[in-house]
């Protein structure tokens, strides 16, 4: 109503002051009453109005009926008054570019930015001025577990501030921000005044990639970074190699992806990895590589040679390998140098290590596993095997000052774990009773269990994900302490380039708002509203995230 | 091996004759025993081999060993001697283009191309000569039901000949034809000397896409009519309005999509609509339009006023419609000049009715339509209503020539349905009862119950959509013959341009093969791996079809 009188307003030259509303609107958890979608809901585009567009959202939200108007020609985001970040933070610079972009578009405004604001009722908004309060910037450093993502974001004429305790903070204010401009029928961009004070649930928020059953090339990968960023996910839990393929370039062992790779073109090199990461840390998110063993290393031996466990049947080596050999020195020599690669290839603390679904079978054909069994006192326990395994491995990455993650069954099979080691719960059988039992053990946990996104289903499966309560298991407020957060796993079996994207998006979406928000954010209509917005808006951005249900978006994928 | 030695051959200057071998392959249904791939299937490009490359499977197929080459420079797609198509035949030459692009690609060629072939070992297959044998080669046609798709494919040195009766079996025949021809390690393209006798198994071979639940851009559904030609369907069956949406833009009816369609950008023109209709022509696809009614049509009331049922509550309008108003003339008036117009537009000798899924309770609600009931002796039996609008519109639909398909309820409700009349079965419970009881009735009908490419689930369901025989229901041979084939429809509700492609194929392409191959066709490993390389030549050809198990192509998605 008020951008139909403002019409009527510039087209009569006329000021035209709009009705003043005198209620505000408080939200701390939303609590409209539950319902399906109504029908008429088709009947608008998804992503038509400038309300319920925030997604994840925001752990206390203010928004007041006044509207500011941005220019986009004039607009700015800059950095504030008693920032510790100035014009060389590059990840801050990156970062205003990039929103500027999301708000405005690429070139459309610019043939009628310029427009005479003085003919508008709205007030202007200038500036988003951002301020780093730490002492140091942290510009240059890369995301960790405990980085703080907390921001305080108040948007009142004539400049909107932005604080933040550190720079990943501000990435999730920026992002917040730019939820809020909207671009009414006119073409006009409009933010209504607002404060919000905003951090995340949990800390650890991921989105686990598989490039080893199919490759995926560095712009689906840097695609989904973006996608990632639009809902404040902070993990690229990276599972880079696998049974099926080694795509990753080793600087020591270039064989294992010569031999491992499924061709040579289907790799990561030195420089794509170094991109990935430089990519992931400009929007706040951490890169946690996997190599799984001993498990899951069929590619592994392809290119490294008495590496695996040669299987035997009636005596006899078959041909065969399993996983890796835990009895020999030279597994041992072998992974002391990969992993000192992986330790300073990629920055992040921790490492994630795998030990998921070893299956004993060949080891138990094996002569010489048998006799190092029983020279250990295992007995016919090949957990304990495993265990012995691993605990190699974690030492070996312990000295080199990496914390380690590892799926549930190393904890499962008693491997003796430091304190810090984070346990990866995944198997959907009663993941509550894992939950207490990790943590039980005093160690940190990160759920994935019931977030398989490779496991599709027809209809709004994200209700599902969505609905989940990493918190529901029976344990002490120090156990659930130790739930760092989760991750949405997009298992690569029947994904690869052609349909990551609308697979993984917006369905990893509910995830990304389960970890951000409140607990008490669980209404599935107003999630339901929102989400649809926010995938219009990812779709306006690049993203091929697919359709919550029917209707349609204002900016339509073509 | 040979490639090998062609190689050192090359190299030397030397001219190397391959080892001739002395068997031939000659396969006339598959035979091998069924299996789950072996896990060595990861390590092969799905599309690294020429053999095992056909989908859907000829009806009757022998492969040489001895194998041809093909210089991009030199060879023609040519018009043979004694056919009825020339020059002037727009289609075939459309198509002539566009195999060779498929074949040789549109640039990578060019640059080597004119290697010399004399140095390999290679005899070269210079044409590919297309013969039309009927004495109107139909050039200028659109396809039908009754159009005869059969082709004789023999590929042997110094040129290939492809006959078919008519223009429809040579677009088929050059599909085969590129599908023989493959790239080796070196670049070269080669093409086994073969011969292949070919024509479908049913006449019918559809692929549904609904554009009302979404809008899908014109571009989105070119790309599907390139993917439905690589996998010999020939029918698009274009659900083109709904409850949700009407992008139809009517000629008589403007109003219809102005306040019916999604948004005023979200329709398809006239100048759209012919596009579809030629796009699919040259491809040997019949367009056939769904204009469902009496349900499903929420969208249409929106344009055209006292067309929808007003729906009562205590004795008074609730303001809600409910289907089309079966009681008023001024309904048949519309439909008298609206199918007149659709009559005119789309140029197939069907027309989709609809017909399913009714709601009696809004008609029950209305006091007219009660007294209509009472006058015409229906008594409650609203079904008897339903059928006597159906009735009235197929009465229409016949007085402009058109043949009727209709869903399934039409029948079941007791509509005296013209012989001609397509029953399309689409009720998943008990569709061999059904199809029973339409052939039984001396009706045609169309299967899509099992395959509503739609119902995702999670791993290779592309299986499940194989392995169904359209004609295992009780019925005498000429029930049977009465199935004309069947459709995969992809319903949009959670689909849009971000996902249709990978969504729909390659599953669709198991219900290409089911209803265009012999009925014997239905080992599953076999299936598997000719799906593999199929699918990575449908990326190759630019269709993003998705994965149909862990591996890469040669030509991976980027």
Chains 1, 2 share one sequence.
Request: include cysteine.
């Amino acid at each position: 109503m008020c951008r139909a009188m403002g019409l009527a307003g510039l087209l009569l030259g006329l000021v035209v002051v709009p009705a003043v509303l005198v209620s505000t609107n408080l939200r701390q958890g939303a609590a409209r009453t539950g319902a399906e979608p109504e029908p008429s809901d088709w009947e608008v585009a998804a992503d038509a109005g400038p309300e319920d567009s925030l997604w994840p959202l925001p752990q206390w939200v203010r928004t007041y009926p006044r509207q500011l108007q941005l220019a986009p020609s004039r607009f700015q985001l800059v950095h504030g008054a008693g920032s510790s970040a100035g014009p060389g933070c590059g990840l801050l610079q990156d970062a205003f570019r990039r929103y500027y972009e999301y708000m405005f578009g690429r070139s459309r405004w610019r043939t009628w930015g310029r427009w005479p604001l003085a003919a508008r009722a709205e007030p202007e908004l200038f500036q988003l001025q951002v301020v780093i309060e730490a002492g140091d910037s942290g510009c240059d450093r890369h995301p960790q577990l405990g980085s703080n993502e907390a921001y305080h974001l108040s948007v009142t004429q004539p400049v909107a501030v932005l604080k933040a305790p550190e720079v990943w903070g501000a990435l999730r204010g920026l992002e917040t921000f730019s939820q809020l401009v909207h671009e009414d029928d006119y073409g006009s961009f409009l933010v209504n005044e607002s404060e919000i004070n905003d951090f995340p649930r949990f800390p650890h928020r991921g989105v686990l990639l598989d490039t080893s059953r199919h490759y995926l090339p560095l712009k689906s990968i840097l695609t989904n970074l973006d996608a990632m960023a639009f809902n404040k996910f902070n993990v690229l839990h990276w599972h880079i190699v696998d049974d099926q393929s080694f795509p990753y370039q080793s600087i020591y062992f270039p064989e294992l992806s010569d031999k491992g790779a499924y061709s040579s073109n289907l790799i990561y090199t030195p420089a794509d990895v170094r991109v990935v990461i430089e990519y992931a840390r400009l929007r706040g998110i951490r890169v946690i590589p996997e190599f799984d063993t001993p498990g899951h290393t069929q590619s592994w031996g392809k290119g490294q040679k008495d590496l695996l466990t040669p299987c035997y049947s009636g005596g006899q080596p078959t041909g065969s390998f399993g996983p890796v050999n835990p009895v020999w020195n030279t597994t041992y020599d072998f992974m002391t140098k990969f992993f000192k690669e992986i330790s300073n290839v990629f920055p992040d603390e921790f490492i994630h290590l795998g030990g998921d679904e070893v299956d004993f079978s060949c080891w138990k054909s094996n002569p010489e596993v048998k006799e190092f069994m029983k020279k250990r006192g295992f007995g016919i326990d090949y957990a304990k095997l495993e265990s012995y395994y691993v605990q190699n491995i974690l030492d070996i990455v312990s000295s080199y000052n990496k914390g380690q993650m590892v799926w549930q069954e190393v904890f499962d099979h008693k491997a003796q774990l430091k304190p810090d080691t984070i346990v990866q719960v995944w198997m959907a059988n009663n993941y509550a009773h894992e939950l207490s039992s990790v943590t039980g053990a005093g160690l940190t946990a990160v759920l994935s269990a019931p977030w398989y996104l490779d496991y599709i289903s027809y209809g709004q499966d994200w209700k599902k994900y969505y609905s989940v309560e990493p918190l529901k298991f029976s344990g002490s407020e120090k156990q659930k302490k130790l739930v760092i957060g989760g991750e949405a796993c997009l298992w690569g079996e029947f994904v690869d380039a052609t349909n990551l994207t609308p697979r993984l998006w917006p369905r990893a979406s509910a995830v990304g708002e389960r970890l951000w928000s409140s607990s008490n954010v669980t209404n599935l209509q107003d999630a339901y509203r929102r989400l649809r917005h926010h995938r219009c808006r990812m779709l306006r951005r690049g993203i091929a995230a697919e359709p919550v249900f029917v209707g349609y978006c204002a900016h339509e994928a073509r």
